[in-house]
């Protein structure tokens, strides 16, 4: 199967699990690269484009697609980031995301109210986890006297507060 050259709006991550595994290519320039992916195995793709992936063997992927503007609010609430870059990881493993992504899988299950709750707090938990394993953060661009984090922080939440959509 091969999926077109695309775009993606929001950042995506794959879990695959596949009953055998499915092989990949994809070209970045002029390097073709190949990987096999295996049950357990993730991507995560950033939004932006994409080109043209071939895929040989039958996929069987959970897509879970992450919101920029969420990503940057956790990040300037609580990690004081105002910007950061996720990381594009083709092929890679972490038992922790793939657990964490067979949870919210389940928690669709769970009856709305616990089921709700729940699924809000693994998503928090995903998106803090990527933000301090796969993405690199953008330092403050300042000049002259530094204010405290604490003001900087309050500052940010004004604004946010009171932005015109």
């Not at 995506?12 to 595994?21: G, T, V």
Request: proline share 7%; net charge negative.
């Amino acid at each position: 199967m091969e999926l077109p050259a695309h775009f993606h709006l929001h950042h995506l991550l794959l879990l695959h699990q596949p009953q055998a595994p499915v092989l990949a290519r994809r070209r970045q320039g002029r390097h073709v690269e190949v990987t096999a992916f295996q049950a357990g195995d993730a991507g995560l793709y950033p939004g932006g484009e994409y080109g043209a992936v071939m895929w040989e063997g039958l996929l069987d992927t959970t897509h879970l697609y992450l919101d920029n503007e969420y990503l940057e609010k956790l990040a300037g609430q609580r990690l004081d980031r105002t910007a950061f870059s996720l990381h594009n990881r083709f092929q890679f493993a972490d038992p922790f995301l793939t657990q964490v992504g067979q949870q919210l899988l389940a928690a669709v299950i769970i009856p709305p109210a616990l089921g709700q709750l729940y699924v809000e707090s693994l998503t928090q938990v995903l998106m803090y986890y990527l933000l301090e394993h796969y993405a690199t953060p953008a330092p403050r661009v300042t000049s002259g006297a530094q204010l405290p984090v604490a003001v900087l922080r309050r500052i940010d939440e004004y604004l946010a507060a009171h932005a015109s959509p």
